[in-house]
């Protein structure tokens, strides 16, 4: 496949032209902004939802403007972030924050567990607030839906935090399949070492003593997903495998491995999912390890695709072109494409591609720069640089919201049984009624989206 055919299609088209081209809504101008200009003194004002854990380091990713206020349910966990910034006030509901105060906030980071992104999201938008929130962008795929329209509406700035997406890995490695090297792209096999954390728990915990006020308020905590009793061992950090909660190891891993894949190869909605083999399967949390496939149909030019996923210690099989002994991309995550002339491995962000066959990648020439490039590779900056009034950041909803629908997608046929057709445009799956529960969730009395 030539430049020439990729470069109109990268700008005429779907994902890839918003992310490319900047075809998003505009932001929302700030103070001096709105008239065209901006202060080189002037800032941000800056509030964290979510600032223990992760949201620790994404309020630090952007302390260059005012860190103005940070919310968590937790502060003996947010303790840390708390006396990095202690001009900033302090609440435990972000909800109470955004209320009171509206007029100091520009933006807000949301680094909370995965149910509670969509929420508080939604919240910041509606008031006019530029959101940057962790991957993956939402617990299910009607959230991700309707925060992807919402940005539009709003016209705020977004940005979802799969930092690889600003690297110049993944623009080179899309510059390398746009090239043509390997032909068409028939087959990928991407793989994490995820979970880090227990899955394949058949039952609720038992109940533990809540701690004092002064650590975790487990009510807000639980936020919109059926209460349970408090166990240390949901939080701070084993909710990521309770379906209540998290999205598992697909939900975790799979923004960041899955972004070459998406970016790359331009997909759009899948047509199926199945679920492969898994160890583990239980109602209350995502199974122990397990392989996933999904089909995507022709897009344009590019063929049909078929992609898998491995989890829980699952690898895919060397393809020939590889020989044995050769240690394929990070080792621990990764992905391999398959293609009619060759295959390529990458690591988790799209770094050190390696070419098969050695002739092959004695062949191949870097082709010249099609994607621009992000500034410093700072994802947080970028992200700053549109709420600021410049161009749509990188992984805006309207690239990274289709982009989590499919990748949720997945945990469906971890729940269900058989392939499930998918019907993209109205998010539901045709052939199994019982699947579509789990597209959207019910939240519990008092939270909305």
Known sequence: MGH???TRRLFLAGTAATALAGCATPARRPKLSRMGYRSPNEKLNIAGIGVGGKGSSDVDNVSSENIVALCDVDWNKASGTFGRYPNAKRYRDFRDM??????????????????????????????????YVQKPLTHTIYEARTLTLAARKYGVATQMGNQGHSGDDV????????????????????????????????????????????????????????????????????????????????????????????WALLLEYPISVECVSQDGKNEQTAPNKSVIRYEFPARGTMAPVTVYWYDGG????????????????????????????GVIAIGTYGGNPQIFPESLAKEYKTPDPLIPRAPGQDH???????????????SNFDYSGPFTEWVLLGNLCLRCEGKLLWDGPNMRVTNNSEANQFVRMKYRKGWHL
């Open 314 to 341: 699952n690898l895919p099989q060397r393809p020939k072109e590889i020989p044995e002994g050769i240690k394929l991309a990070d080792g621990d995550n990764g992905s391999i494409f398959i293609g009619d002339n």
């Open 4 to 6: 020439n055919k990729i």
């Open 98 to 131: 955004l209320e009171k105060e509206d007029r100091n906030i520009d933006a807000c980071t949301i680094s909370t567990t995965d149910h509670v992104h969509a929420i508080a999201a939604m919240a910041a938008m509606k008031m006019g607030k530029h959101v």
């Open 380 to 394: 947080a900056r970028d992200w700053i640089q549109a709420c600021m009034g410049g161009p749509p950041s990188c």
């Open 171 to 262: 623009r080179k490695f899309c510059e390398l399949i746009w090239s043509g090297i390997i032909g068409n792209v028939r087959e990928v096999h991407a793989w994490t070492n995820r979970p880090i954390w227990p899955q394949g728990i058949p039952d609720p915990l038992p109940e533990e003593p809540i701690p004092g006020d002064q650590d975790i308020n487990w009510d807000l905590w639980i936020g919109p997903a059926p209460y349970r009793p408090y166990n240390a061992k949901y939080a701070p950090f084993n909710w990521r495998g309770w379906w209540d909660f998290g999205t598992g190891a697909l939900g975790d891993m799979g923004c960041h491995i899955l972004d070459p894949i998406n």
